[in-house]
C-alpha cells in the first residue's frame, strides 16, 4: 500500500540533509511517495509568503510531512515559517530524542532522552509590547487544554515506546499562575496512566541534574520556552544538534523535522552531517507503523557512526553529506 509523505526542502542544507533521508527511505521499497511542497526563504522567493496555502493543504491532506530546517527571516516582515507550520496545523506537541551513540565522542554514553514541549502558547506566543521608550513586556500564556493535551501526548508516546518514567518540570515556585497551572494539570492526567512513574522537578534543578545524572530521566515534559532550551541541552550531551532528530504533532497530522538549522554558509556543499533528518526519517517511518523499517535505519545509522569510517567532519571524518547516505543505505538489511 502506497503512502503519500509531504515533502519540504527547506533553506541551506536543507536540500542536501533532506534528499539523503528521502534516498535512504528510498532504500527501504516499502511504498513512500514524495509530493514537494514549499516553504521558507524559497517559497518567499516564489509565492511571496513562506509558508504558502499549497503547502498547508499538501500536508493536511497527506497527514504527515518530513521538512528540512527552514530560514527565519529576520526585518523581513514575516514570522517564524516554524512557527507559522505549528500554529497553522495546530502542532502542539514537539518531541524530540537525544540518543547516544557509540563512536560519538560524548561523557554520557548512557543518555537516551525524550524532551516533549508544548509548541504553541508560553512566550513563544509572540505577544509583546512597548512599556515606554526603556521597556518591554511579554506575554506568558498557558492554557489549561494546551497543557493537557501536550501532557497527555507526551503519556501516550512514553508507553507506545515502553517508557517507564515521565517528569514535569517547571518553575512553579515562582511563577505560581502560569507554570503552576502546567504543574497541577501535569498531577490530573498522570492519574491515568499509573504504569509510568510520575516526577517532577524546577527547571533549574533539572538543569543541574542533567549534567549530573542524565540517566535517571526518561521523558521529560515542559511547557514551549523550556523545552526549547532543555532540548538543546540534551543534544549537547549526545554530540550536538546534527544527531538530533525531532517531531511536531497534532490530533491527526505530524510533521518530522531535523532540530538543527539551515546553516546557509555550508549550503551546496556537501558537507553536513545528515544524520539527524535520516533519524527523523525514521520517527516518520515508526509513526506510519513501519516499525521494523525504522529500526532498520536506526541501527544502520549506529553502524556507520560506531565503525567511524565514513562519517562528515563534525564526527572526525572526512566523508561528505552525500556519502554518508549512500554508507547507511549498504547498512541497511
Known amino acids: 500500500m502506497k503512502k503519500q509523505v509531504t515533502l519540504i526542502p527547506g533553506d541551506g542544507i536543507g536540500p542536501e540533509v533532506v534528499e539523503s533521508a528521502k534516498i535512504v527511505v528510498d532504500a527501504l521499497n516499502i511504498g513512500i511517495e514524495w509530493e514537494y511542497a514549499e516553504a521558507g526563504q524559497a517559497a518567499v522567493e516564489k509565492y511571496g509568503e513562506p509558508v504558502p496555502e499549497t503547502t498547508i493543504q499538501s500536508i493536511k491532506k497527506n497527514k504527515i510531512a518530513l521538512k528540512g530546517p527552514l530560514t527565519n527571516l529576520v526585518g523581513a516582515g514575516f514570522p517564524s515559517p516554524n512557527v507559522m507550520l505549528r500554529k497553522k496545523l495546530d502542532l502542539y506537541a514537539n518531541i524530540r530524542h537525544a540518543r547516544y551513540f557509540q563512536g560519538v565522542r560524548s561523557f554520557y554514553p548512557e543518555v537516551d532522552l525524550i524532551i516533549v514541549r508544548e509548541n504553541i502558547e508560553d512566550t513563544y506566543g509572540g505577544v509583546e509590547q512597548k512599556v515606554g521608550e ?30 517507564r518514567k515521565l517528569t514535569v518540570s517547571v518553575k512553579a515556585n515562582i511563577l505560581k499562575l ?31 541534574k542533567l549534567v ?17 532550551l532543555i532540548a538543546d541541552l540534551a543534544a ?16 491527526e497530522i ?71 547516505a549512500k554508507a547507511i543505505i549498504k547498512k541497511l538489511k
Not at 140 to 149: L, M, N, S
Not at 180 to 207: N, V
Open 134 to 163: 526603556d521597556a518591554a513586556v511579554a506575554l506568558k500564556f498557558i492554557t489549561r487544554k494546551g497543557t493537557e493535551r501536550v501532557v497527555r501526548k507526551a503519556f501516550e508516546y512514553a508507553f507506545a515506546l515502553g517508557r
Open 178 to 208: 502560569t507554570d503552576g497551572l502546567f504543574l497541577k494539570t501535569a498531577r490530573e492526567i498522570a492519574k491515568e496512566y499509573p504504569e509510568i512513574e510520575f516526577d517532577e522537578t524546577i527547571i533549574d534543578a533539572l538543569c543541574m
Open 212 to 228: 549530573q545524572k542524565p540517566e535517571e530521566y526518561d521523558v521529560i515534559v515542559m511547557p514551549n520556552v523550556y523545552g526549547d
Open 236 to 251: 549537547g550531551l549526545v554530540g550536538g544538534l546534527g544527531l538530533g532528530p525531532g517531531s511536531n504533532y497534532g490530533d
Open 254 to 324: 505530524a510533521v518530522f523535522e531535523s532540530v538543527h538549522g539551515s546553516a546557509p554558509k555550508y549550503a551546496g556543499l556537501d558537507k553536513v552531517n545528515p544524520t539527524a533528518m535520516i533519524l527523523s526519517s525514521a520517527l516518520m517511518l515508526r509513526h506510519l507503523h513501519f516499525k521494523e523499517a525504522a529500526e532498520n535505519v536506526e541501527n544502520a545509522v549506529g553502524e556507520v557512526i560506531r565503525e567511524n569510517r565514513t562519517v562528515t567532519y563534525d564526527l572526525g571524518g572526512s566523508a561528505t553529506t552525500s556519502e554518508m
